[in-house]
């Protein structure tokens, strides 16, 4: 019998398409600041800047590609492997390479390597986290196994522009930036660790709320966006703590918790990894 060619999906696989551009360009941003940092210390800031913004933006197309998939019934294998390779990109090496030019450039015996211990991790979840899909495809799970490497990226991309933030009128982020590389070393780390996370794999068109909790939902938003320099880095700083509370939390907290976010909470026996 001949092969079925793999089905490409348009709407979801243009989302990714949209995560790879934005990685691309982060990337692109970050080596035109490094060029410019000897130079003109203003401008290569603002090329950072941008650069943290491409990595947010990209984080926003990831999260919506596998709800339109998941929303139309186009779950794919070919999905999953092009979402996979844009995430290496925007979420494994840009913020490698980030950190490595703002940061441990002045480290010269151990700045690529704590830069490609991360990437090298970001890498190794993702085909661990593809290997585990094709074991057991049929599964819907809403947890995660190890902190997900686009929260990762979010969260090194949100503490950089809150450093920036803090430096804004100065030609260094100051003593606070050497944060950053323990930051990468412990995110690797969290990757392969086993505390769970919400996978926020329920939240879609279809979620439903109550009026109160629509309305919270929409003010933290909007504060989000009034004080984008270090609200993004507080959400993801507390994504990141709660996986690491949630085994001492009881199982009606958990609950209570994650229906909040507009999960549906599984069994711990049947928890997933990505």
């Known amino acids: 019998m001949n092969e079925q060619p793999s089905k490409i999906y348009l709407l979801p696989n243009l989302m990714t398409a949209g ?14 600041g490094a060029l410019l940092q000897s130079t003109n210390a203003d401008l290569a800031a603002d090329r950072f800047h941008e650069a943290i ?16 998939a998941r929303l139309g019934g ?8 092009f ?3 844009a995430d290496i990109v925007s979420f494994g090496l840009a913020p490698a390479l980030m950190v490595y030019r703002v940061v441990l450039q002045e480290f010269p015996r151990a700045c690529w390597i704590i830069a490609f211990i991360y990437l090298a991790c970001g890498a190794l979840r993702l085909a661990r986290f593809n290997s585990d899909e094709k074991h ?4 819907h799970q809403n947890t995660f196994t190890g902190f997900p490497i686009p929260a990762a990226a979010g969260l090194i991309a949100s503490i950089t522009l809150f450093l920036l933030w803090l430096a804004e009128g100065e030609h260094h982020l100051g003593n606070w930036r050497f944060v950053l590389p323990p930051l990468l070393l412990f995110l690797s780390f969290m990757m392969f ?6 996978s926020f794999k329920a939240v879609n068109w279809k979620t439903k709320k109550s009026i109160p909790r629509f309305l919270a939902i929409i003010l933290i938003l909007i ?16 994504y990141l703590l709660y996986g690491v509370l949630r085994p001492w939390l009881s199982r009606e907290w958990r609950r209570e918790i994650e229906e909040e976010i ?12 990505r």
Not at 136 to 139: C, I, L, R, V, W
Not at 262 to 273: I, L, M, N
């Open 223 to 238: 504060f989000t966006v009034m004080n984008y320099e270090w609200m993004p880095a507080v959400l993801f700083l507390s």
């Open 74 to 81: 186009h779950e794919s294998a070919f999905g999953r492997e």
């Open 83 to 85: 979402d996979s390779l």
């Open 262 to 273: 507009g999960e549906e909470p599984s069994a711990e026996s049947a928890e997933q990894t």
């Open 136 to 139: 057991d495809a049929a599964s």
């Open 53 to 68: 913004w491409f990595v947010l933006g990209a984080f926003v197309f990831d999260f919506l590609d596998g709800r339109l």
């Open 193 to 198: 660790s086993r505390f769970q996370y919400p």
């Open 19 to 32: 995560n790879l551009f934005c990685g691309f360009t982060a990337t692109l941003k970050i080596l035109e």
